[in-house]
């Protein structure tokens, strides 16, 4: 292995072509097909399967890119540090569930590391596809929340996938509202109030348990239900439905407008909203930061 195979084969999955990526190499097809089977008959595994269609990363070739990534970012951080090269763009990821403050951090980050040259990743997801994203190391850092009803679940996983959370914050729930909704007239909302109004939740896809859900007390009856999969179209319905979401309560209206308000919600409940990372591995410095700057914000 050497470190230009590492950087051939992450070429190859940001393409999604070996045409393309021997192309943006400036070599020929046939050595950087040789230089990836290579890799794959050093370490036995299948990176990428190939078709007439192009490629597709191999649930190995995840794990293995993500590693791959690892190596050649702390490669760069030693040339920075000893020669004074700084090699390519910033890269950085991040996967989380639907959290303003996460955002927030994000784009104080890439002001103040980005430098002049970056590719940053802001994945808001489904909560298995976090997990998913740091265990392949595909992202540096996950947010998720656990409580008393998904956390033996949550844990579990963490732990099978080698998995650290820890707490930014604990969060009484609250709901997310339309500002003229008749909901947000009141300075605290019980679930009887809710009964009337379509719930709004986040689409978890294949995994859709309960115990995956982003939002808290998921497992009520409910006759309006309405599944979304981004926030911009969640906010819409809050707005154009008088819907309602459960959540942490934790808003931003210079990222999300002033349309959508927070009330408490009556239950005895709660939301430990954290960050995953992973146990193998040594984060890197821009994790270092970006954790930071969520402590200091939800401080």
């Known amino acids: 292995m050497t470190l230009k195979q590492l950087y051939y084969a992450v070429t190859v999955s940001e393409t999604g072509n070996i045409t393309e990526a021997a192309k943006k190499l400036f070599i020929a097809q046939p050595s950087l097909t040789a230089s990836i089977q290579e890799l794959e008959k050093e370490y036995n595994i299948t990176i990428f399967r190939r078709s007439k ?18 190596v050649l970012e702390q490669a760069n951080l030693i040339e920075e540090r000893y020669n004074g090269i700084k090699k390519g763009k910033t890269r950085f990821c991040v996967s989380s569930q639907h959290y303003s403050f996460v955002v927030e951090a994000f784009v104080q980050l890439l002001k103040t590391y980005g430098g002049d040259k970056y590719e ?17 190391l595909r992202s540096e850092v996950g947010i998720l929340y656990i409580n008393s009803f998904n956390e033996t679940v949550i ?26 909704s008749p909901l947000a007239k009141k300075k605290k909302i019980t679930l009887e109030d809710l009964k009337p109004y379509p719930r709004l939740s986040y689409e978890q896809g294949s995994h859709n348990s309960f115990y995956f859900s982003e939002e808290i007390l998921s497992t009520l009856d409910c006759d309006k239900e309405l599944i979304v999969r981004d926030r911009a ?29 927070a009330r408490p919600l009556n239950v005895d409940d709660y939301m430990e909203i954290g960050y995953i990372l992973p146990n193998s591995v040594t984060i890197s410095n821009l994790t270092h930061e970006y954790i930071d700057i969520l402590k200091n914000m939800v401080s």
Not at 240 to 259: A, H, Q, R
Request: charged share 25%; proline share 3%.
């Open 120 to 136: 940053f990743h802001m994945r808001e997801t489904e909560t298995y596809d976090i997990i998913s994203d740091v265990t392949t």
């Open 233 to 261: 179209t969640l906010f819409n319905f809050l707005v154009g439905m008088n819907g309602y979401t459960i959540c942490s309560g934790v808003i931003n209206e210079s990222l999300n407008g002033p349309n959508i308000v």
């Open 155 to 180: 844990r579990k996983t963490l732990k099978d996938n080698n998995l650290s959370f820890t707490k930014l914050f604990k969060a009484k729930p609250h709901v997310f509202v339309g500002k003229d």
């Open 53 to 70: 269609k192009g490629i597709e990363i191999t649930p190995d070739g995840d794990e293995f890119l993500g590693y791959a990534r690892q």
